[in-house]
């Protein structure tokens, strides 16, 4: 599941560092050009398995819904802020934890754009910091849902 | 033995009463349901062809055959029993496998049952089952998310779009709260005030802690039959099952643009559309209200009210038990409590007893045909999986 890097462990299952920065990873098929995440080896449209690509997923989106927890989840400190990020350009939807949200009355608000990045997200009960992909809320409206969003 | 298709009828219903049973398992919890449910149906362990048991099976004596174990202690061995495991709608997939295997004339007498031990304290896997998020450990559990923030996600939507006020999720809870008060089986029996739950503790904003239900303990059971067994069962009306409907999530990687997909629309278009019924033919509705803002989505999901005009359909009091189409008149999972797999079979408990008119003060007056909507697990913004059945008194 997770590999020591720094002594940390990373769940580099769904994600890459690149020098470019992380880049979250997915599939998408070369027939259908649906994306999907975390990786699939067979595209659930098309039901073939020749078709489908390492594809890594758009850097930048914005949030559907979100909520605060104050309530305490394994590892993770209280409040923590999470949510589901829309990937436009990958016509997309995944679930995840925010970073840089506070103050929460100017960050958090559905249609706020955010960046992809990667930091320790929780520690595991013997110690272990976990790391994560996590979406950065850049503090300004996107304009890229204006069409079609409920 | 029955006939393929046959009509099928719920003859006895059985449950403890839901609430925290520190120093019950599995077993003991399921004999006492079991127990009821025959002794209201007049039905001996010979009658029983087939039993079937849901459970998520968060308690030690119920990771493995649940079901013999636990029907064991009514004296139900030798025959085929089967366990489900669906997440919180376990309990009303028991109850579905069951009226299929009678109506596929295979068995004329089955048992459904559902139980969840909560609260014991060897309940370490209740953490674990926190990290599951709802259904998908891997992707979504290990990164916070949990079932109140499923729901509190949803609230935002809402309350964003102008289709609810803060106040409306208080309202459920008032009224759940209330018609608990009513239930003697029901896991709280205390009312409550708008203000009290919009002054509880945070847990997933905007939900607070009466926003959500609480850790049950119990079991319930339920004895069916086939219209030829029918006449072996006469302690009580009948109570025919028109339908029961089952349907999977499709996720919101299949319709990007929406969290929370149509899972209980379909559900329940599917359950009106085999039944020959409408929501207008509703007489009252027992839905998973696991969050308030659960029965609001399934207020209009259930085909209510347009999903815009939800708050207020719920501000003018149409889903209280002298409203228009009460819902969740026994206290609901807010009230009664959600033991994960008894909670279907505790549901159809109350179904059938208001539609003996045995439900006490809290009869809907009247009632004749009811709505069941019974939900479970969650996994890339969408429902795992929800039932739908609609039953009738068939005297």
């Given amino acids: 599941m997770g590999e020591t890097l720094k002594g940390l462990l990373v769940v580099e299952k769904f994600f890459e560092r690149t020098p470019g920065g992380p880049v979250l990873v997915g599939s998408k098929c070369e027939v259908c050009r649906r994306v999907w995440f975390p990786k699939k080896k067979v595209c659930p449209t098309c039901f073939r398995n020749d078709t489908m690509v390492v594809h890594p997923l758009a850097r930048y989106g914005e949030i559907v819904t979100y909520s605060i927890s104050h309530m305490s989840h394994i590892g993770i400190p209280t409040p923590y802020a999470f949510g589901y990020v829309y990937l436009p350009d990958d016509d997309i939807t995944i679930y995840t934890l925010f970073k840089d949200w506070q103050p929460a009355e100017a960050k958090l608000f559905i249609g706020q754009q955010l960046e992809l990045c990667y930091d320790v997200f929780r520690e595991d009960p013997w110690g272990n910091r976990i790391i994560g992909y996590m979406y950065r809320c850049l503090g300004t409206r996107s304009h890229i849902g204006e069409h079609g969003r409920q | ?395």
């Fill in chain 2, 1 to 395: 033995m029955g006939k393929p298709g046959t009509d099928v009828y719920v003859v006895g219903v059985g449950m403890t009463r839901f609430g925290v049973h520190i120093d019950r398992d599995v077993r003991d919890l399921c004999e006492e349901a079991l127990f009821e449910a025959m002794q209201d149906a007049g039905a001996y362990p010979d009658d029983i062809q087939a039993g079937y048991i849901g459970t998520v099976g968060l308690a030690w004596d119920a990771p493995i055959m649940a079901g013999q174990i636990a029907f064991e202690q009514v004296g139900i061995t030798g025959i085929p029993i089967t366990r489900v495991e669906n997440a919180c709608g376990s309990g009303s997939n028991a109850i579905r496998e069951a009226w299929l295997a009678i109506k596929s004339g295979e068995y004329d007498v089955a048992l459904a049952c559902g139980v969840e031990c909560m609260n014991r304290p060897l309940q370490d896997q209740i953490p674990r089952f926190a990290m599951f998020g709802g259904g998908d450990a891997m992707m979504e559990g290990t990164m916070g998310l949990f079932p109140p923030g499923i729901f509190a996600m949803v609230a935002q939507q809402y309350l964003s779009a102008g289709w609810i006020k803060r106040e409306d999720l208080a309202l459920i809870a008032v009224k759940n709260a209330y018609h608990g008060s009513l239930n003697p089986k029901a896991h709280f029996q205390r009312t409550l005030t708008v203000e009290q739950v919009l002054e509880a503790r945070m847990v997933c904003y905007p939900l607070g802690l009466l926003d959500c239900c609480p850790m049950t303990d119990g079991a319930a059971a339920i004895v069916m039959c086939s219209k030829e067994a029918l006449p072996r069962f006469k302690r009580h009306p009948p109570v025919r099952i028109r339908t029961i409907t089952q349907v999977s999530g499709t996720y919101c990687q299949a319709n990007p643009r929406e969290f929370v997909a149509d899972t209980v629309v379909r559900a329940a278009q599917e359950a009106y559309r085999k039944s020959g019924l409408t929501p207008e033919d509703m007489d009252f509705v027992e839905c998973h209200d696991c969050f308030t803002m659960a029965e609001i989505v399934h207020t209009h999901d259930l085909g209510f009210c347009r999903k815009e005009d939800v708050g207020r359909f719920i501000r003018e009091g149409h889903t209280r038990l002298d409203g228009k189409i009460p819902f969740s008149v026994s206290g609901g999972l807010m009230s009664k409590g959600h033991p994960l797999g008894a909670t279907g079979p505790g549901q159809y408990n109350e179904m059938v007893l208001q539609l003996r008119g045995e439900a006490g003060k809290r009869q809907v007056r009247g009632a004749r045909v009811g709505l069941h909507e019974n939900g479970g697990g969650f996994r890339h913004g969408d429902t795992g999986i929800v039932c739908v059945s609609i039953l009738e008194r068939a005297d």
